[in-house]
């Protein structure tokens, strides 16, 4: 892993609904409370299943829209281990692709984590830091803490785990699916982006 980088990976399925949209939203929201312009920061998205540049579904990129995310020139990207390789994070939107990236790859086990799980976890950890620093290392140090809490969690049930897929629903599915990202990313940036 490169060090002066904190790199955060979504996986989903297709990567054309959830993974995506949480993709930009990260940025959106990652853009909204530190910058991105020369940021050490980067998010990205694949699917355990995807075709390779396909563009998001039209229903996601809409809900995006609606959020002030940005949409465009957008193509889905199979999930292989060399994309494995280098996040930091690893955020998946089921138990089940969060599996499919430790069969790929068993290294990854200790950074991959279902969105709403980091989300749990995050929200168990105290911050012990006021400082104001974002860098890359900072980051890693409240990740690290994060990691730590998740022996404190008790077991949920996989509707509490899994982000339901919107594919084939009405456009409210993904403005919920939109909805239980940013929740989460709004739990973690809150403790993990100090400001």
Sequence with gaps: MLSDRFEVLFVCHANQCR???????????????????GSKLNVSSAGTHARAG???????AEVLCERR????????????????ATPNLILT?????RTACMNLVPSVARRTFTL?????MVAAATRADTTVDNSPDAL????????????????????????ADPVRDPIDAFRQCADAIEGVLDGVL???IAR
């Excluded at 995506?20 to 530190?34: K, P, Q, T």
């Excluded at 939107?93 to 692709?97: K, L, P, S, V």
């Excluded at 709403?116 to 749990?120: S, T, V």
């Excluded at 022996?151 to 899994?162: G, I, K, M, R, S």
């Design 116 to 120: 709403r799980q980091f989300g749990r």
């Design 93 to 97: 939107a089921t138990r089940e692709q």
């Design 19 to 37: 993974s995506a949209m949480a993709e930009r939203l990260a940025n959106r929201a990652f853009a909204d409370r530190i910058g991105v312009r």
């Design 54 to 60: 396909v563009p998001m579904h039209r229903t996601a």
């Design 69 to 84: 995310a940005y949409a465009d020139c957008f193509g889905s990207r199979l999930l292989t281990p060399p994309i494995l």
């Design 190 to 192: 809150g403790r993990l």
């Design 140 to 163: 890693r140090d409240r990740m690290r803490r994060a990691v730590a809490a998740r022996a404190v969690l008790q077991p949920v049930a996989p509707e509490d785990d899994d982000l």
